[in-house]
């Protein structure tokens, strides 16, 4: 039976699209349950509506507390019966109680080399320090912002020329391939956490070095 997952944005849910698209797939063993959003504006219900997806707004302005908040966020994932939740741009920091609720089943991804460059602005901070290397880095939530065990990571270099759009456009690229692969391997149960380390059954290292600036 496909894995039931429930995703939660707040903007324009290319990553949402990503995965509309993997689950539109015969032999992709997840399906979604339910696209929930904080914005009742939020460009991706549109895309969720498009798809036959059901959504649901919970807006957070509605509420005066953050766990309250929470709570209502649960048990809507609950009811529409989501067994794995996927933040897509999801703009509100998590309570620790919703966190441990629901903990290793709640997956992230970040537009960064985690633990490299947590939090906002990240692609404008990578410029400004000059590494030669970024990336995105899917992993499990846990209560501290962008943090919790790496389950896929990719690697894109920086180019000298790069803008921070350009840069994010770059590594949006490989969020959109790495996040349904995610979802894909802990729905065939080949992901488990052993002391906060992810061990993935049957994976391999990826071969090759890559060095920027290349030198001939």
Same mark, same amino acid.
């Given at each position: 039976?496909?894995?039931?997952?429930?995703?939660?944005?707040? !903007?324009?849910?290319?990553?949402?699209?990503?995965?509309?698209?993997?689950? =539109?797939?015969?032999?992709?063993?997840?399906?979604?349950?339910?696209?929930?959003?904080?914005?009742?504006?939020?460009?991706?219900?549109?895309?969720?509506?498009?798809?036959?997806?059901?959504? =649901?707004?919970?807006?957070?302005?509605?509420? @005066?507390?953050?766990?309250?908040?929470?709570?209502?966020? @649960?048990?809507?994932?609950?009811?529409? !019966?989501?067994? /794995?939740?996927?933040?897509?741009?999801?703009?509100?920091?998590?309570?620790?109680?919703?966190?441990?609720?629901? =903990?290793?089943?709640?997956?992230? +991804?970040?537009?960064?080399?985690?633990?490299?460059?947590?939090?906002?602005?990240?692609?404008?901070?990578?410029?400004?320090?000059?590494?030669?290397?970024?990336?995105?880095?899917?992993?499990? +939530?846990?209560?501290?912002?962008?943090?919790?065990?790496?389950?896929?990571?990719?690697?894109?270099?920086?180019?000298?020329?790069?803008?921070?759009?350009?840069?994010?456009?770059?590594?949006?690229?490989?969020?959109?391939?790495?996040?349904?692969?995610? +979802?894909? /391997?802990?729905?065939?149960?080949?992901?488990?956490?052993?002391?906060?380390?992810? /061990?993935?059954?049957?994976?391999? /290292?990826?071969?090759?070095?890559?060095?920027?600036?290349?030198?001939?």
């Amino acid at each position: 039976m496909a894995l039931q997952i429930g995703i939660l944005i707040s !903007g324009r849910g290319t990553n949402l699209q990503a995965l509309i698209d993997a689950c =539109r797939e015969p032999e992709f063993p997840a399906r979604i349950a339910l696209v929930l959003s904080n914005n009742a504006e939020a460009p991706g219900l549109a895309r969720a509506t498009d798809a036959n997806i059901p959504t =649901r707004v919970v807006d957070h302005h509605d509420f @005066g507390d953050r766990d309250v908040y929470d709570e209502a966020v @649960g048990a809507a994932l609950e009811e529409a !019966g989501v067994e /794995l939740v996927c933040l897509a741009g999801f703009m509100r920091l998590l309570s620790e109680s919703f966190v441990s609720r629901w =903990r290793d089943r709640i997956i992230n +991804v970040h537009p960064s080399l985690l633990p490299a460059f947590k939090g906002l602005n990240v692609h404008e901070r990578v410029l400004a320090i000059g590494v030669r290397f970024s990336g995105c880095t899917v992993h499990f +939530v846990r209560p501290e912002m962008d943090d919790g065990p790496v389950i896929v990571q990719s690697v894109v270099p920086v180019a000298p020329d790069d803008t921070p759009e350009s840069l994010a456009a770059r590594v949006l690229v490989t969020e959109h391939r790495c996040y349904p692969l995610t +979802v894909r /391997l802990i729905a065939e149960g080949r992901v488990r956490v052993r002391n906060e380390r992810v /061990l993935i059954e049957g994976g391999k /290292l990826t071969e090759g070095v890559m060095i920027n600036p290349a030198i001939d």
